[in-house]
């Protein structure tokens, strides 16, 4: 498993997250969402002449062209975690396996946060949009973002605050962050190492989250 710098600082994520707590979200997982003013979303095809290289002599701009805005549209998260005999099995940093009890996990604190696509959480100012909920019996967690997110790239940042410290430092040693390597569509910007791309493509977008996605830190 690749090395990996996790999402630290946390503080303007959680500051975000945490004055949204209050409000409840729909279905057996209380949360909420918060929007920081003039969080205006970015030019999506901004930064992108530098990832792509016609190879056919043809310009930059026809290998990538402009993606047209669309309408605005929300991300769904489905956080799913799978025990087995021993607990619930993670990655580590170092490559190794460990297992984290279910009742360890259940009831803890989730965070999400989303950025512009290839933006890390920890190099702005506040993220796009923050807030948090709290993990099931079942090991299951589900969140709706606003429908706020236009054609393109975007960043989803998730941690669990399995240790129960203080969240507004980011994941602490023991807790679990999610991240995803996979190799990212054309035209985008490489993948951070810290978060989960999600492209919108003129509708909303679900994206399921499961042991694979989260090490312990």
């Known amino acids: 498993m690749r090395i990996i710098r996790l999402l630290t600082p946390f503080v303007a994520l959680v500051s975000v997250a945490c004055s949204s707590a209050s409000s409840p979200a729909s279905g057996d997982h209380p949360g909420g969402t918060s929007t920081p003013p003039d ?50 099995p993670f990655g580590t940093q170092n490559g190794s396996i460990v297992h984290v009890a279910a009742a360890d996990i259940a009831g803890k604190t989730l965070v999400w946060a989303t950025a512009p696509g290839g933006e890390q959480i920890a190099n702005l100012p506040v993220p796009t949009e923050a807030g948090v909920v709290t993990v099931g019996s079942d090991l299951t967690a589900h969140f709706t973002t606003s429908a706020m997110y236009t054609n393109g790239p975007w960043e989803l940042a ?32 490489p993948v951070t190492g810290v978060s989960i791309r999600v492209t919108i493509d003129n509708a909303d977008a679900t994206v399921d989250i499961t042991n694979s996605n989260f090490i312990r830190f």
């Open 158 to 189: 998730v941690f669990i605050s399995v240790t129960g410290g203080n969240i507004t430092k980011g994941p602490q040693p023991g807790d679990l962050a999610a991240f995803d390597l996979s190799t990212p569509p054309a035209c985008q910007p």
């Open 39 to 88: 969080a205006s979303p970015p030019d999506d095809a901004s930064g992108l002449k530098d990832v792509v290289t016609p190879s056919d002599g043809g310009s930059v701009a026809d290998a990538c062209p402009p993606v047209p805005p669309g309408s605005p549209h929300s991300i769904t998260g489905n956080i799913t975690l799978t025990p087995d005999s021993q607990g619930v």
